[in-house]
């Protein structure tokens, strides 16, 4: 499985391509809010910069900011056009119409990223409708099935066998979606996002997930092990008593 960054920061997308252990960096609308104010452009622009310094040619998924038809084909135009970097992905969210401008952008060569995917079945048409990828949204796939505050939401689609436990079960869902994947002809990969913890990522691995997009705060605990500190700092004082 490998590894994409899920960040708009630069300190942090500059740290991990440094380290050459991401091959994609992916952003959406919220992440961007969290940077100082400023272009839009400007800022993809420069994570783009960073690419092209650290690791040129690794994938970059951008988000539209809009549910508009007309809009979502006129912003992903933009962005393919300004952005000129090729392995680029449109992020698109899944939905009637946005499916719709999956289909043309897929079809005019664009590489769609379909995002805010919870279900298999969300999963399924953006695969038929051309989509390079699908992000499935694991810790929220979770969330659906407990947050007091979605509950109507929820049993409304249970009582309508819209949705079952299984479509909570974030593992059980990449599973399912890989399976599509397998057997069909399309070579849709699926980036899981939405992680809470480096277990996730783990999880996510073992289901089947071609790539995880992980937030820079879990890095840290993915490299580290109390054990390798202590074996570590064992060898040195091993050593330095030897050569003492
Ligand atoms: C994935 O592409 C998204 O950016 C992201 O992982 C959303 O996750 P969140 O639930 O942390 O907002």
């Known amino acids: 499985m490998k590894i994409f960054i899920d960040s708009a920061h630069l300190d942090d997308i500059e740290s991990a391509l440094k380290r050459g252990f991401i091959q994609g960096i992916t952003t959406n609308p919220s992440l961007l809010s969290k940077e100082p104010k400023g272009s839009f452009e400007g800022h993809i622009e420069k994570?783009?910069?960073l690419i092209k310094k650290y690791r040129p040619g690794?994938?970059?998924?951008?988000?539209?900011?809009?549910?508009?038809?007309?809009?979502?084909?006129?912003?992903?135009?933009?962005?393919?056009?300004?952005?000129?970097?090729?392995?680029?992905?449109?992020?698109?969210?899944?939905?009637?119409?946005?499916?719709e401008t999956i289909r043309q952008l897929s079809?005019?060569?664009?590489?769609?990223?379909?995002?805010?995917?919870?279900?298999?079945?969300?999963?399924?048409?953006?695969?038929?409708?051309?989509?390079?990828y699908v992000s499935l949204f694991w810790g929220r796939i979770r969330d659906g099935g407990v947050e007091e505050s979605a509950a109507a939401a929820r049993e409304e689609?249970?009582?309508?066998?819209?949705?079952?436990?299984?479509?909570?079960?974030?593992?059980?869902?990449?599973q399912s979606v890989r399976q599509i994947v397998d057997s069909g002809e399309s070579a849709t990969q699926i980036i899981i996002g939405s992680i809470r913890s480096v277990?996730?990522?783990?999880?996510?691995?073992?289901?089947?997930?071609?790539i995880a997009t992980v937030p820079p705060k879990?890095?840290?605990?993915m490299v580290k092990h109390f054990k390798t500190d202590q074996v570590v700092q064992q060898f040195l004082s091993d050593f330095k008593g030897w050569m003492a």
């Not at 933009?78 to 899944?94: G, L």
């Not at 996730?200 to 071609?210: N, P, S, W």
């Not at 879990?218 to 605990?221: A, E, G």
Request: neutral net charge.
């Open 107 to 132: 079809a005019a060569g664009v590489s769609v990223n379909c995002t805010a995917c919870m279900t298999v079945s969300q999963a399924m048409l953006a695969i038929e409708a051309g989509a390079a």
């Open 47 to 49: 994570i783009i910069a």
């Open 218 to 221: 879990f890095f840290s605990d």
């Open 157 to 174: 689609l249970k009582k309508k066998k819209a949705l079952d436990a299984k479509d909570f079960d974030p593992a059980f869902v990449t």
């Open 58 to 99: 690794i994938h970059l998924s951008v988000e539209v900011f809009s549910r508009d038809t007309e809009e979502i084909l006129k912003q992903a135009r933009e962005f393919v056009r300004r952005f000129n970097y090729p392995p680029i992905s449109i992020k698109v969210q899944i939905g009637w119409n946005e499916l």
């Open 199 to 210: 277990a996730d990522i783990r999880d996510a691995a073992l289901a089947g997930a071609h």
